[in-house]
Each structure stands twice: as C-alpha cells, then as structure tokens.
C-alpha cells in the first residue's frame, strides 16, 4: 500500500462528454487517449477513482429529470439551461440498477482494459460500492423484496410493490439526519440473506477494480442502522457481528491488496478503521477550513492519534461539496492546498479543482458547464504537486508538532526519514504575521534552513536544548515547507569525579 496516496476523483459520464467533445469522435473506457494517463502519472496521482461507473434505470433518471425541472435548474445560467437535453439529465450514480458497468461507457470488457491502461502506467483503480440502499430501478425490488426495510403502509417515503397477492411498502434509503433519497430502497442490512447477497456482489464489483470507496459506510453499523430503522425490523435480530468485520476480511482473502475507503462521519473514523478499513473520510479538518476556524483545526490535528490521522481521506472539495474556487479566495486556497498535500494519509483531488472550477456540478448531469481555466490556480497546483516529489512527504515519517506562537493558531508538521542529514518542516499560519516557536523532536544542532519553494537561506533562532527549540518569523496566511539542515551534537567532555 502507498504511504500517502493521491486518489484524483473523475466523473465518469462528465468526463468522457467532454472527452468526446475534444476528440470530435465518441470516447469509450478503453479507446481513453494516452496523454490522459500521462497526465495523472505526471500529477503524481496513485489511484484514480471512476465516480459514476454503474448501470442506472429510466425511474432513478425521472426523479433527476423532476429534481432539474423544480430545483436545479436555478444553479445554472441560462444559456447552460437551454442546452441540456432531456437525455443529459440521468439516474444518480448512487440509485445503482445493476453493479455492472455502464453500456455507454462501453460495459465491463472496457473498464477492465481501461484497469490494465492505469496498471501499466503506475496507476490504480478505485470504484463505489454502495451497500446501504439501491436504486429503484434495481431488480432485487420485485423479485426479492425482503430484503429490503419494509413499512406497514403506504407513505411518500416508500414505493409500491407486489409481493405474491399483496402489496409491501419499501422504505427509502436515508440518512436518519437528512430527508430520505427518493429515488432509493433502503436495503436491510439485519436480514442474513441480504448480507450475503451484498457480499457476493462485493466480490464481483472487486473483480473489476483495485479497491472500493464505501458510500455512507457508517449507515450499516448494527446500533446506527437499529437507531434508525428498529420501530419497522419486526423479527429481524440485530447480528453479533458488524457487516464490515466479516465483509472486509473475505474481500481481502481473495484480493490480498484490495483497498477499503470508508465515507464516514460523525466521530465514527476510528471505529471503522478499527473494523478493517484502509482509510475513512476526515471531514471535520475541512469544516474548519470553510469556517477559517484555523485554531479549532490546529487543535483537532493535535489530538487526533498519529495512525488514525494516516489512515484518514483529506480533501478541500469532492463531488458532495462546493469547489474550494467558490468557497475560497486565491490566498487561502494556496494555502490550504499545500498543507492538504503535506499531511499523512489520502489525499482526495477532484476533477476540475486543479483548473479553478467554480460551478458545482450535479452528479445526474451528464454535461457541465463550460469555464475557463483559472491560470493562477493551475499554476498554484502545478507547482505544489511537484514541490511534493522533491520532500520528504509520504517517504519518510510525519509528526504534528506542537507550535507556539504569537499568532492565534498554527500547524507544524514534521516529515523525517531515517539518515537523511535534514528534515522537512511544513508551517501553516493564520491571518496575522508573528514569531513561532516550535520544540524541534530531531537529533543534531540545526545548522541551516531553507525554503524549498526558493532554497534562499531562512534567518532564524535556535535554542539548544532537548529538545532544541527552533523560531522564526511566520508569513501570515500561508503554508511553508522548509528544509532544515542538522549537525552533529558537540562533544560532550566527560567529568571525572574526584571524590
């Protein structure tokens, strides 16, 4: 496994209509042009994950359909409005009908060709497994409707079906803090047999692909999904056993390198970690960011323990969030960016944030609207992205430091690798320029330091001590990498006692 991987999200639909448009010809999986591989390659990405692969249905597409004439239509200009075409707007990729690969992106033949593309350039291939609910369009509904919640009578949060000479009720999917998703069934997760079904259906997704990113992984934990569903479960017992702690295991004894990414919130990282995931969504860093909370984010990565914070998924933006272009300006971008890129764990980029997206993009949209590449955050990326090559980031091993400061809040992160004779130090401020004092966990005397985005000397102070305590002035608003050069301790005389 990478120490650091960098996944780079795509939409799938999104991406091969404009791929298509560029080509001036149609673009399926395995006809991708070459220099679209060379370019995640070169961006330094690990894993590329295909948001949006599966096959969805005409109902999941009506209710998108419905969604854009009310709602979202209001999120475009007008000349965006008046070129979408009934056939643009589609099922969300989250309703899945069937885990097979779209017919329009050229079904399963492609995606493995595509698979063996990424492999032969580096690269691998991360997918969505969605185990909470299915679309309404899936044919579990009809032909096995127990597996599904059902409620004792018709409501505007269930569908219709006939079982036998009856009709049952499904519940929609749902997360208990939102509304319920429409244009889903809520899967019950306490039936045996639903289990075991999604468990094959894991193996089959898991033939296709290198790892799964887990959708609302934390929906199917035993006490969360009987807080949520337990007035409807009738004689369903609660499992001794959570479904992740016998899923992940089997998954893994097939395919020993399979990766498993949780999207998990509500102070429940640990505990999925805990359960076998790789890595698990870190959402709250980002909150702070978007609030310019930047003490209480300072704080939050103080406390939280150094492996859990390695096997966390940090990003600015992903395809549920605003883009950090809309969300934050030039400044703060490029500063929050570089400490993203320097912290240990997954980093998540988006398709678009390296261009300076600004629109949202509905995931039931197949085209987006057009924007221009913002040069100054391109070039921003561009030059972080390869910062990163030449550091000790991901190589070496990361300590969060605890930093003093005149400032209101600071991040220091300490990234070191077994006998190189330097260190790699990462500052990130606030708005208010200050002196920074920081306790320095390294052996040796500090006798140089540089900026690695210039490699013009620093001025600075250094206590000696144990450890040595390292100050120097901050910019404000801004992420500093550093190179600080160690020397050797002085000799130590040895005294003899006289007595």
Same mark, same amino acid.
């Given at each position: 496994?990478?120490?650091?991987?960098?996944?780079?999200?795509?939409?799938?639909?999104?991406?091969?209509?404009?791929?298509?448009?560029?080509?001036?010809?149609?673009?399926?999986?395995?006809?991708?042009?070459?220099?679209?591989?060379?370019?995640?390659?070169?961006?330094?990405?690990?894993?590329?994950?295909?948001?949006?692969?599966? &096959?969805?249905?005409?109902?999941?597409?009506?209710?998108?359909?419905?969604?854009?004439?009310?709602?979202?239509?209001?999120? /475009?200009?007008?000349?965006?409005? !008046?070129?979408?075409?009934?056939?643009?707007?589609?099922?969300?990729? +989250?309703?899945?009908?069937?885990?097979?690969?779209?017919?329009?992106?050229?079904?399963?033949?492609?995606?493995?060709?595509?698979?063996?593309?990424?492999?032969?350039?580096?690269?691998?291939?991360?997918?969505?497994?969605?185990?909470?609910?299915?679309?309404?369009?899936?044919?579990?509904?009809?032909?096995?409707?127990?597996?599904?919640?059902?409620?004792?009578?018709?409501?505007?949060?269930?569908?219709?079906?006939?079982?036998?000479?009856?009709?049952?009720?499904?519940?929609?999917?749902?997360?208990?803090?939102?509304?319920?998703?429409?244009?889903?069934?809520?899967?019950?997760?306490?039936?045996?047999?639903?289990?075991?079904?999604?468990?094959?259906?894991?193996?089959?997704?898991?033939?296709?692909?290198?790892?799964?990113?887990?959708?609302?992984?934390?929906?199917?934990?035993?006490?969360?999904?009987?807080?949520?569903?337990? !007035?409807?479960?009738? /004689?369903?017992?609660?499992?001794?056993?959570?479904?992740?702690?016998?899923?992940?295991?089997?998954?893994?004894?097939?395919?020993?390198?399979?990766?498993?990414?949780?999207?998990?919130?509500?102070?429940? &990282?640990?505990?999925?970690?805990?359960?076998?995931?790789? +890595?698990?969504?870190?959402?709250?860093?980002?909150?702070?960011?978007?609030?310019?909370?930047?003490?209480?984010?300072?704080?939050?990565?103080?406390?939280?323990?150094?492996?859990?914070?390695?096997?966390?998924?940090?990003?600015?933006?992903?395809?549920?969030?605003?883009?950090?272009?809309?969300?934050?300006?030039?400044? &703060?971008?490029?500063?929050?960016?570089?400490?993203?890129?320097?912290?240990?764990?997954?980093?998540?980029?988006?398709?678009?944030?390296?261009?300076?997206?600004?629109?949202?993009?509905?995931?039931?949209?197949?085209?987006?609207?057009?924007?221009?590449?913002?040069?100054?955050?391109?070039?921003?990326?561009?030059?972080?992205?390869?910062?990163?090559?030449?550091?000790?980031?991901?190589?070496?091993?990361?300590?969060?430091?605890?930093?003093?400061?005149?400032? /209101?809040?600071?991040?220091?992160?300490?990234?070191?690798?077994?006998? &190189?004779?330097?260190?790699?130090?990462?500052?990130?401020?606030?708005?208010?320029?200050?002196?920074?004092?920081?306790?320095?966990?390294?052996?040796?005397?500090?006798?140089?330091?540089?900026?690695?985005?210039?490699?013009?000397?620093?001025?600075?102070?250094?206590?000696?001590?144990?450890?040595?305590?390292?100050?120097?002035?901050?910019?404000?608003?801004?992420?500093?990498?550093?190179?600080?050069?160690?020397?050797?301790?002085?000799?130590?005389?040895?005294?003899?006692?006289?007595?």
């Amino acid at each position: 496994m990478h120490p650091t991987p960098i996944v780079y999200e795509i939409n799938t639909r999104s991406w091969l209509h404009e791929l298509e448009r560029t080509e001036g010809r149609p673009v399926f999986l395995d006809t991708v042009p070459e220099e679209q591989f060379k370019k995640w390659k070169r961006a330094g990405f690990t894993h590329i994950w295909l948001m949006g692969i599966w &096959e969805t249905g005409p109902m999941a597409a009506l209710h998108a359909r419905q969604c854009w004439e009310l709602w979202w239509k209001q999120e /475009h200009p007008a000349e965006f409005i !008046n070129s979408v075409r009934t056939d643009h707007i589609q099922g969300s990729p +989250y309703a899945i009908a069937a885990y097979t690969p779209a017919a329009r992106f050229g079904k399963g033949a492609a995606l493995k060709r595509f698979r063996a593309r990424l492999h032969e350039h580096g690269l691998k291939l991360l997918l969505d497994f969605v185990p909470n609910h299915l679309g309404v369009d899936h044919g579990w509904i009809h032909r096995f409707p127990s597996r599904f919640v059902q409620l004792p009578s018709s409501s505007e949060t269930s569908i219709e079906v006939r079982s036998g000479t009856k009709s049952v009720w499904l519940a929609n999917g749902r997360d208990p803090h939102f509304p319920p998703w429409s244009d889903t069934v809520q899967v019950n997760i306490f039936s045996p047999e639903t289990r075991e079904e999604l468990k094959a259906e894991l193996e089959e997704v898991a033939s296709f692909c290198d790892g799964v990113r887990c959708d609302m992984s934390m929906l199917l934990l035993n006490d969360v999904f009987a807080k949520t569903w337990g !007035n409807f479960l009738d /004689h369903w017992r609660m499992p001794k056993r959570e479904f992740w702690e016998e899923t992940i295991p089997r998954i893994k004894e097939k395919f020993p390198d399979f990766l498993f990414i949780a999207e998990v919130y509500w102070g429940l &990282e640990q505990r999925m970690q805990e359960l076998g995931f790789d +890595y698990t969504y870190f959402k709250e860093p980002y909150d702070c960011l978007v609030a310019r909370d930047y003490a209480r984010y300072a704080a939050l990565l103080d406390r939280t323990p150094l492996p859990q914070l390695s096997k966390s998924v940090h990003f600015l933006e992903n395809h549920d969030e605003k883009r950090s272009s809309a969300i934050f300006n030039f400044q &703060e971008h490029q500063k929050n960016a570089g400490l993203l890129l320097a912290l240990p764990g997954m980093k998540l980029i988006h398709e678009g944030q390296l261009e300076g997206r600004r629109q949202f993009a509905r995931i039931q949209l197949v085209p987006r609207p057009e924007e221009q590449v913002d040069n100054q955050v391109a070039f921003m990326y561009d030059a972080l992205l390869e910062l990163r090559t030449k550091t000790l980031i991901g190589r070496g091993r990361c300590e969060v430091l605890q930093v003093r400061s005149t400032l /209101h809040s600071c991040v220091g992160l300490l990234w070191t690798k077994e006998n &190189e004779p330097f260190v790699d130090l990462v500052l990130s401020t606030e708005n208010n320029p200050g002196i920074i004092e920081i306790p320095m966990p390294v052996a040796g005397q500090i006798s140089a330091i540089t900026q690695l985005t210039g490699d013009e000397p620093v001025q600075f102070d250094s206590i000696h001590g144990e450890p040595p305590i390292l100050r120097l002035d901050s910019e404000p608003l801004k992420t500093s990498f550093y190179r600080i050069f160690l020397g050797a301790l002085p000799q130590r005389k040895n005294v003899q006692n006289s007595s």
